[in-house]
């Protein structure tokens, strides 16, 4: 099977190339992948996931000898798994810890820059919160939408497992180290967090300021707004690099993919999703 | 005509009333998910933008349709049969026709155990050990296809071998004697009547355990299902698989475009084992 | 090669003997790979303390209060209709109707369980939310809901079969003596079935603490010992779930074998149960 598997697959290389000759000459750097075959398994950070699937999507598109699998599973195991050798490319939206980077000889290759925003339903009205107010909601001192001026329905608080680079950096900038009430729900990556949030009109969450769009309201925290703006010019202080990590410095596909990501058309895809450019 | 008591009624209006609850949970069920997804089946759901030939070639990947999903089901699907069904039928046979019946209790236990272990126990079991693999033995072995197909192979084993013994011990003694008084060995006498004879029952418990092959999460979501790998093209890399598909664009669609091929998805994994359901009724209708 | 009986023999033998050596296999690993966390934090503190992996607590106690809370509700929502219904198939309407019936319950077996969950989330999470006007709708209720109607088929299959597979001779002395059905049911069929009714409720919940999808997609897993039907949980299921997915050399992923073990001698011990069951009838 995979001997049939392979014959029709340069059967349908030769007739991509055809196909690329004709019809259109992609960007530069999408060529340097020319020649390469083989499988690219990319891990780790869920905010990644958008930008990821376009670039790997472009690149395939373009390359089908090429194979890139795209999962999730947080930062933590991205870290973990790359380092390990089971990826290639391990995402983490956090910088890896010193510990980490000598364990594993990690290295670090930063390719957009985020926030991490509260947010709410659309539906709530309230929408700025003070850093104490935030602090006390996750702790599960504040309870009632109807303390903050809300409808006076219990608050539904959703976190992410600890795995998660989102949760760390907004534990510690935006949380101040605070504790997250046992009673909060589990969201299990950034796209599972604004579905939980755009369905719930008494919910409260954190997510990727890349993924905030109109199905949840960003919550200004301290009377900052958490959005590109913001997070470009600093203002808006939970922010954190988005990291692409490999064990030692990258090679073979995993070079060419990170700097595909730092390309000028990498970087397209990355401010698209609705990050910070690098470069 | 009897005379009805009152808790002859109650118990007619309470049987008529657990039948009509169920009922129309089942059709409220199917009936909201044929409402939703109907529209969303269309060949785009499938192949995206890629043409279908381009796409049922490989000459194009598939991005945005549900081909890779589907044609990972479908590998699964195969995969593990290939190693559930010598050794599901093997020792099926071997229960109902070689084995004492001291063996046959022991076996028998373990066989009820297998059949009811939660599928996400075997999936971790299948992770952890792909890992131990990995960092002791082979670098080159990640969670991939093959393990979740070993994995679900276990899973489904214990269903072939029930399906295979129970048709084979319910033939009729004239059957089985026939063979060894013309002086057939066992062996033979198994392979050329006894197996011949129980095939069609034994095709109805496969088709079932194709279903639950086809249908289980917990196992692949934790033994190489990814959220994005395309056509499978290896049997040692991730891959994309129907169910999986279901639960991640569950919890993370992003708008209702995504949803509506989740919708898809769900009717699509429905009609595939439904369909195998009916094939093994229809199977099983026609050894009657 | 087929006149001679000892080599198929042989494999044949080697199969069924893998087969269940392997199952056994499952059950030493996981012990294997349990001791350690359990000799490091010892077992009581692996049932009472909470689940704060960032303070070094890995207690699994609410995930397994979270299993035993959505089983037994699911289990007590289901029993009775599945009751019902085998009452149904066997005894209001055995003819057509009843046929037609049991058929459908069949085809309730291969509905796939991430269907069911996917339909929870949008039919019956956002009805709950509204209808207590409480909490997310992510909660044990939701879960038990569905996870009813998956197990429900199991159950009415097995109830319907012990309810036929009373001896002919009673139900048709009983019958010319002029009871009516429900005598007929109550006197006779009851106190022979209901072994089997047993051993259909034990693998019904079986089948809901096994289960998945259904409680990782609508229970809202969250860490708190659950208190209320209202509250949400986090089943040993679920909570594998999503540990798998963090660092595999962390205490936290460790744990997941203790999850695991657990499972597993619940599996046993529904299963002898089960099988005692079934052996008196």
Known sequence: MKFFMNTLKHLSWLLACCFILVSSSPAESIDSFTGEKGTLRISGGTAHIPVMKIAAQKIMDTHPDIQITIAGGGSGAGIKQVGEGLVQIGNSGRKASDAEIQKYELSLYKWAIDGVGTVVHPDNPVQALTSQQLQDIFAGKINNWKQLGGSDRAINVYTRDESSGTRSVFWKKALAKGDISPKAQFASSNGAMKTAVAKNPYAIGYMSVGYIDQSVAPVSLDGVRPDLETVKSGKYKVSRGLYSNTKGPATGLAEKFINYLLSPEGQNIVVQKGFVPVR | ?288 | MLGNDRIPKICLQTAAWGCASLTFGVLVFMAWLSIPVLRASDTVHILTLPWLPGQGQFGIGPMILGSLYISVLSLIMAAPVSFGAAIFIRITRPGTLGKFFQHLVEAMTAIPTVVYGFIGIFLIVPLIRETFVQGSGMCILSAAIMLSLVISPTMILIFSQSISSVPRQYTIAVEAMGATPAQKFLMIILPCAWKGILTGLILGFGRAVGDTLIALMISGNTIDFPRHILDSARTLTAHIALVTAADFDSMEFKTLFVCALTLYLLTCVGVFFARAAGKRQ
Request: charged share 10%; hydrophobic share 55%; proline share 4%.
């Open chain 2, 1 to 288: 005509m009897k005379n009805h008591s009152a808790v002859d009624i109650f118990l007619s209006f309470y049987a008529w009333c657990c039948a009509f609850i169920l009922t129309s949970a089942v059709l409220t069920i199917l009936g909201y998910l044929l409402f939703h997804g109907l529209s969303s089946l269309n060949l785009d759901l499938i192949f995206a933008h890629t043409p279908v030939m381009d796409a049922l070639f490989l000459k194009k990947q598939v991005f945005g349709g549900l081909l890779p999903a589907i044609t990972g089901t479908l590998a699964l699907i195969f995969l593990s049969m290939l190693f559930a069904l010598p050794v599901g039928i093997a020792t099926g046979i071997f229960l109902s026709e070689f084995a004492r019946s001291g063996t046959r209790k022991i076996l028998g236990l373990m066989f009820d155990i297998m059949a009811s272990l939660p599928s996400i126990v075997v999936g971790l079991f299948g992770f952890a050990v792909t890992i131990f693999l990995h960092q002791h033995f082979f670098k080159q072995l990640y969670p991939c296809l093959l393990i979740s197909a070993l994995c679900l192979a276990f899973l489904v084993i214990p269903y072939i071998i029930r399906s295979t013994q129970i048709a084979l011990e319910s033939l009729p003694p004239q059957v089985r004697l026939t063979g060894p008084a013309l002086g057939a060995t066992r062996t033979q006498n198994l392979w050329y009547v006894l197996i011949p004879m129980a095939a069609k029952e034994i095709i109805g418990g496969i088709i079932l355990a194709i279903g639950r092959s086809a249908e289980d999460t917990a196992v692949i979501m934790l033994t190489g299902a990814v959220a994005t790998a395309g056509v499978p093209n290896s049997i040692f890399s991730g891959y994309e698989a129907l169910p999986f598909f279901i639960y991640y664009t569950a919890a993370e669609y992003a708008n209702t475009s995504e949803l509506m091929k989740a919708y898809g998805a769900a009717l699509i994994l429905l009609f595939i084992c439904g369909g195998l359901y009916l094939f093994a009724y229809w199977i099983k209708r026609k050894v009657r």
